[in-house]
């Protein structure tokens, strides 16, 4: 690019439209499963796809929806400049949070969010798969999950990365904890349902 801020533009322009591509609503209207909005929580991502019972289309959109952090990353390095990939990442996040296609009513950033930290450093976004798993595994509690996950995110960075690395996943760790607020306080009632059941 032939300046800085065309560089950062670039970037997150280009994060922002990777992000917003609502890949748990297309598929479950592919698959025959109606409008994924109009079920369990109305959310657009994995977790709600999975309340459909079709588990298999919810691990695709897991994946497809963390390979959008990732690509945003990758893509953003490759064709603007590597500095601004981290803004990429977080605009990929705000994409799949407020997609534009669709009124700005997306997903809670999870899975994005992993993908993003995975490009940025891989390790970090390994380690919160991990915590995400083991709190899964012990509580079924999938937003408990990803909260703990990501609040080890940044300290993570912190020793296997860098302070860049550290301030992009506080920052995105900050977004995935307002998205879920709803979550929170029924987590602080004890009513937060378990992976799988219906909100």
């Known amino acids: 690019m032939s300046t800085p801020i065309a ?14 591509v609502p890949f748990g609503l297309l598929l479950t209207r592919v698959a025959g499963l109606g409008d994924i909005r109009t079920i369990g929580s109305g959310n657009i991502g994995a977790t709600n796809v999975l309340r459909t019972g079709n588990k298999w289309l919810a691990a695709v959109v897991l994946l497809l929806d963390g390979a959008k952090g ?5 893509l953003a390095g490759a064709l603007a400049d590597p500095v601004f990939a981290p803004l990429a990442g977080l605009a990929c ?4 949070m407020f997609p534009v296609w669709i009124r700005f009513r997306g997903g809670k950033g999870v899975a994005t969010g992993i993908g993003v930290l995975l490009g940025a450093a891989w390790l970090v976004g390994v380690g919160l798969c991990v915590v995400w798993l083991v709190m899964a595994i012990i509580f079924r509690i999938s937003s408990l999950a990803a909260l703990a996950g990501f609040a080890v995110a940044p300290i993570l ?25 709803e979550n929170i306080t029924r987590l602080r009632a004890g009513t937060e349902p378990l992976i799988g059941a219906n909100p």
């Open 70 to 74: 990732t690509a945003a990353i990758v």
């Open 7 to 20: 560089a950062a533009f670039l970037a997150i322009a280009l994060g922002y439209l990777i992000g917003s």
């Open 157 to 181: 960075a912190l020793l296997l990365a860098s302070p860049k690395v550290a301030l992009l996943a506080l920052a995105i760790t900050m977004l995935v904890a307002w998205r879920h607020h």
């Open 93 to 96: 996040v705000l994409g799949h």
